[in-house]
């Protein structure tokens, strides 16, 4: 199988958990489409971010190295997030789609992820076709000032009316006339992969990439998507951007927490709608048998559903609702059907896979291993006893054993035993026993090469807020 160019196809859901997909045991929110593809693939079920958010995710998988542990933080002027790690990929390293397009692919790249394009980011390189789709969260593009109170009826924001530039106002002015499904963000961004499909069937190999923002924040789904999940006899306001802190802290009620729950939920069904119209593409055309097809997130977030009750994802919240990554990957035909995968495994390991999959060599050393024996069930897989992460300025390490969360100047933050609480709901910081803490800041140090960064002032862009 390895070195016969085969078509590539990578489905990124933004800000999806694996604990809202059927194939992973939720037996509540609808994803067929999903479920189907998983049944004939392989499941991972122990995949993590190498480190993360949005950006941190993008340039780790669009190079196949680790952005961890953001030792050449740069923030980039007039961006819309500042945090370590959140930056363009370095000019001088190359890209999985820089090499592939080299070695003979068409490549193609689309989403409606805002950060991929605040400027002086430069995450289109390598693709022949690219397209982004306006108008999702905070994307400046429509006005704001055509927003008015009477706009902002329904909609709940803390302390009452929402600043200017605000997430929500941005997001009521650039989805103002989307009367359909077909208008959303989600649904041309799937459409646009269709049509690239279909453009290019008989230009093999490809490569396409598409990154759906949706299910991210704003928390505001199609009504039909809605009404699958929502309380009929809900009559509070919609909250389409939480802050991200304990839910009591923010004022948000239980009546609240569930129909954001169900407008995410309606997004991840959206999503699955649309990936099920891709995937009918791509049968249609007769492309399964010798298209590699892989379905992952970057990151989940949080609804309450931990000991700190917190919504959203702040740095510190480095649970299994944020850290616990769908990867779905479909071999061409059908080599690695209905089988379960529980090795610890990166994001970047994906990248890894597609050079071994398309038998090219990469220019620059990467940092994930190829899945393949994993996936074809042979010899040559390295296990790993453990993985390492980071956010903003919050470190964790996660083997067989332990969950453990630190800050990267060293204070222990929680501490979960993953024999008993596999899902981290008790906090046994109090109680750890000697040496656990130990041998996990020892592999977070290890992994950084030997010290973490700290950075006092992520929006300094003279460096002088850097100190080690």
């Known amino acids: 199988m390895k070195g016969s160019r085969p078509n590539m196809i990578v489905v990124m859901a933004d800000t999806l958990r694996t604990a809202y997909l059927g194939c992973y045991g939720n037996e509540r929110i609808r994803t067929p489409n999903i479920d189907a593809f998983a049944k004939r693939s392989a499941l991972f079920t122990r995949v993590y971010p190498e480190s993360l958010p949005t950006i941190p995710v993008r340039r780790a998988v669009f190079t196949g190295r680790r952005a961890y542990p953001f030792h050449d933080y740069r923030p980039v002027p007039w961006d819309i997030v500042y945090l370590p790690g959140w930056q363009p990929m370095d000019r001088g390293e190359d890209t999985v789609a820089e090499n592939l397009a080299n070695a003979g692919y068409h490549t193609g790249l689309v989403t409606d992820s805002v950060p991929y ?59 103002r006339g989307r009367l359909h499904e077909r208008d959303s963000s989600t649904a041309q961004v799937f459409q646009w992969a269709i049509d690239f499909v279909e453009d290019n069937r008989r230009a093999e190999p490809f490569y396409l990439y598409v990154d759906s923002f949706a299910p991210h924040e704003p928390w505001e789904a199609p009504r039909r998507y809605y009404e699958m999940y929502a309380d009929p006899e809900y009559d509070g306001p ?7 802190r304990p839910m009591g802290e923010q004022g948000l009620t239980e009546a609240m927490l569930a129909d954001m729950i169900a407008h995410y939920s309606g997004l991840v069904s959206l999503v699955d709608a649309w990936f099920g119209r891709l995937m009918d593409t791509v049968e249609r055309l007769d492309l399964l048998e010798n298209t590699l097809i892989a379905f992952t997130s970057d990151h989940g977030t949080n609804f309450a559903d931990n000991p700190g009750r917190v919504v959203g994802k702040p740095h510190y ?8 990554l769908p990867l779905i990957v479909h071999l061409p035909a059908g080599a690695s059907a209905n089988i379960t995968i529980a090795e610890l495994a990166y994001n970047v390991d994906l990248s890894a896979t597609l050079y ?10 990467i940092d994930g291993r190829s899945l393949l024996p994993l996936l074809l069930e042979e010899d040559g897989w390295e296990p790993r006893a453990y993985v390492t992460s980071r956010y903003g300025n919050s470190v964790c390490c996660i083997d067989d054993d332990w969950w453990i969360r630190a800050s990267v100047t060293g204070e222990l933050g929680e501490a979960f035993d993953l024999r008993s609480d596999p899902r981290c709901q008790e906090d046994v910081a109090d109680s750890l026993p000697a040496g656990v803490f130990e041998t996990a800041w020892r592999r977070i140090l290890d992994d950084a090469g030997g010290e973490l960064p700290v950075y006092d002032d992520p929006r300094r862009t003279d460096a002088v807020g850097l100190r080690y």
């Open 117 to 175: 394009f605040a400027p002086g980011l430069n995450f289109q390189r390598g693709f022949w076709q690219w397209n982004y789709v306006r108008g999702m969260q905070q994307d400046r593009w429509a006005s704001v000032h055509t927003v008015d109170d009477r706009d902002l009826e329904g909609y709940w924001w803390p302390g009452g009316d929402p600043p200017l530039h605000s997430n929500l106002r941005y997001h009521i002015a650039n989805t």
């Open 238 to 244: 919609t909250v389409v951007h939480p802050q991200y």
């Open 317 to 324: 919240s480095l649970w299994p609702g944020v850290m616990d």
């Open 356 to 365: 071994d999959l398309a038998g090219i060599d990469n220019h620059q050393p």
